[in-house]
């Protein structure tokens, strides 16, 4: 019997677009309109300047800890810009920037990182799923939500978020594997930060990128600078178009940088270099598409201003916002909520219990 080579019928791009000094490959540049840019610069201004006043806030005490989003807006804003209301947002837990673009307001994230279950409230009608702290599980229930909207046939597509990290978890690959099978309509969007936490990239995996894994599934896998908002538009726009029309999910690598801490409790200086956190610094998304933007006649210096007044303004508006609302919650009777539809009568005993030694403190 002859040993012969096996063919693999798909390989893996890499696609750049916008580079660290904001010059743009014009044979790859995308149609964008001139309110679409903007709508992307300030979407990414304003993800970046509330993840900065949200450390100040850590810092200070007014909430809790939080995993910081810098230097991973272009992964996110390029490709959550793609999805329509009626599609579906898996997050994981570093998502802040994309889940206000879908319409998270700055107020519930406040609520959520001081503990309020409040800030955790989702609207009826808007298909998101609410972040995932366990490390990939959000991949098997973006599957499903894919199996189900093929199943009924119809033209949601779901978008799935997770780190390099979550690609040496089981469920990573039981997902990839159960979508590729099924031809799920579901866009696996990997941000590759560097870091799991402590544990480096070459640690993580021994292949040469993580893009090539789809390859093992059948599916279509592309890296991405993912520094550059328009690769990652691109990437993204090119990966609903074919879930949307049938042609299953593919796995798209945007290869970023975690520039802070993994959360505030933690201090990555234990683990890696100055150096390194300098040289991506150098490749921050924002300068680039600043001057990319500039370069197009698209954002002029006054309107740069007046965007970074408006962000802020908006920002500090929603942390007063949410610490006027804090005061009037914090019912420890909530704790009895949402978990039954029917209280059990011990259970009931318990409320009725606590409700009893609530009033006696209140009423000295």
């Not at 790859?28 to 300030?42: A, D, G, R």
């Not at 990182?113 to 959000?138: C, F, H, R, W």
């Amino acid at each position: 019997m002859p040993r012969i080579q096996i063919s693999i019928p798909n390989t893996v791009d890499y696609l750049s677009i916008l580079d660290e000094s904001g010059e743009v490959d014009s044979s790859l540049e995308p149609e964008i309109s001139e309110e679409q840019y903007l709508n992307l610069y300030k979407a990414m201004l304003l993800g970046r300047r509330f993840d900065e006043r949200m450390l100040d806030l850590q810092r200070q005490g007014r909430i809790g800890t939080f995993p910081p989003v810098k230097g991973q807006e272009a992964a996110q804003i390029g490709s959550v810009f793609q999805l329509k209301p009626s599609d579906w947002f898996v997050p994981s837990f570093r998502e802040t920037s994309a889940e206000i673009v879908r319409g998270r307001s700055l107020e519930s994230v406040l609520l959520y990182y001081n503990g309020y279950n409040e800030g955790t409230k989702l609207e009826p009608n808007q298909n998101d799923m609410p972040l995932a702290i366990p490390v990939s599980t959000q991949v098997i229930h973006a599957t499903g939500i894919g199996f189900a909207a093929k199943y009924r046939k119809t033209d949601e597509v779901v978008m799935c978020y997770f780190g390099d990290g979550a690609t040496s978890e089981g469920d990573f690959h039981e997902g990839l594997n159960c979508a590729a099978v099924y031809q799920t309509p579901v866009i696996f969007v990997c941000q590759n930060n560097q870091w799991a936490i402590s544990i480096p990239l070459r640690q993580q995996t021994r292949s040469e990128t993580i893009a090539q894994k789809a390859l093992a599934y059948g599916m279509p896998g592309i890296q991405v600078d993912g520094n550059d908002v328009l690769a990652v538009y691109v990437a993204a726009q090119e990966a609903v178009q074919r879930a949307r029309s049938g042609g299953g999910p593919t796995l798209i690598e945007c290869v970023t940088y975690r520039v802070m801490m993994h959360t505030t409790a933690d201090d990555p200086k234990r683990y890696r270099k100055d150096d390194e956190v300098e040289i991506w610094r150098k490749k921050d998304p924002i300068s680039r598409f600043e001057k990319y933007l500039h370069n197009k006649k698209v954002l002029t210096s006054s309107l740069q201003k007046d965007l970074e007044a408006e962000v802020l303004e908006k920002i500090q508006t929603a942390v007063g916002n949410a610490e006027e609302q804090m005061k009037k919650l914090g019912d420890p009777l909530d704790m009895f909520s949402h978990l039954y539809q029917v209280l059990p009568s011990h259970i009931q005993l318990q409320k009725q219990e606590l409700k009893r030694r609530l009033e006696v403190e209140e009423g000295g």
